[in-house]
């Protein structure tokens, strides 16, 4: 259902950009990542509507993005971080569920494979 790339190693200070391509139409899609030892923690969230949620980590240095004609989603990831180092999961909601918020995890239906982002120092 979701297929992601983009990952690799990059200095610090340095930028990537991460995609996730939907085999169809999600009402939200997100990207979460774990490191090492760590469990997932959310990262970034995007609505069908368009409204934008962060981690506070990320906040003014990650931008979440959607095409929509593609049903593809992109993390764009400046100002990177060792901390940032981590498998990146993208995930997506199929419909909205009462109840449910987009900063967790079982709130999304479909999940990708993840892709190891490596930020050296």
């Known amino acids: 259902q979701l297929q992601a790339s983009g990952g690799g190693l990059v200095q610090a200070g340095g930028s990537l950009r991460l995609s996730c391509a939907a085999s169809?139409?999600?009402?939200?899609m997100g990207w979460f990542r774990q490191a090492p030892g760590k469990e997932r923690e959310f990262v970034a969230a995007?609505?069908?509507?368009?409204?934008?949620f962060y981690a506070d980590l990320v906040k003014g240095r990650f931008t979440i993005s959607r095409n929509d004609a593609k049903n593809t989603v992109y993390l764009q990831m400046n100002s990177l971080k060792p901390g940032d180092t981590a498998v990146y999961y993208c995930?997506?909601?199929?419909?909205?569920?009462?109840?449910?918020?987009?900063?967790?995890?079982?709130?999304?239906?479909?999940w990708g494979q993840g892709t190891l982002v490596t930020v050296s120092s």
């Open positions: 995007i609505s069908w509507s368009g409204n934008t």
């Open positions: 169809g139409r999600m009402n939200a």
């Open positions: 995930a997506a909601r199929a419909n909205f569920k009462s109840g449910s918020s987009i900063y967790y995890s079982p709130s999304y239906d479909y």
